[in-house]
């Protein structure tokens, strides 16, 4: 006995080969609706104490609909080119440290990380 709805029916890969490929795209399955997630941060970029010379990396976990964009900032100015989930200054010099932070943004808005001191050895 099937458990189905009346109007319900088996799809076939020969019959219905369309209406299967339509299912990978969310637009069909959600009937035109579009989901939107402000940016949440899942976690925070950490303190980074390098020697001379090394690689101090930053990061930022983040969930959001659509995907965001990053921009990273060096005591409140923008680093140009620094545009990741994370952040790598390769060759660190006593001139970078200085406190790190990031601002994410995608079409429903837009927030800022906490700031990461950066410390030079």
Request: aromatic share 6%; glycine share 6%; no cysteine.
């Amino acid at each position: 006995m099937s458990h189905r709805r009346p109007l319900s029916r088996q799809l076939t890969k020969e019959k219905d080969a369309e209406i299967i490929a339509n299912y990978s795209n969310p637009i069909y399955v959600l009937g035109g609706w579009t989901p939107s997630m402000a940016p949440l941060i899942l976690s925070q970029p950490e303190a980074v104490t390098a020697a001379t010379g090394q690689t101090a990396i930053f990061n930022i976990k983040v969930a959001a609909i659509p995907a965001a964009t990053y921009q990273w900032f060096k005591s409140g100015t923008a680093i140009s080119g620094a545009t990741d989930a994370t952040l790598r200054i390769e060759h660190v010099r006593a001139g970078d440290a200085a406190t790190y932070s990031v601002t994410v943004k995608n079409g429903s808005s837009s927030v800022k990380s906490r700031a990461a001191a950066l410390v030079v050895k």
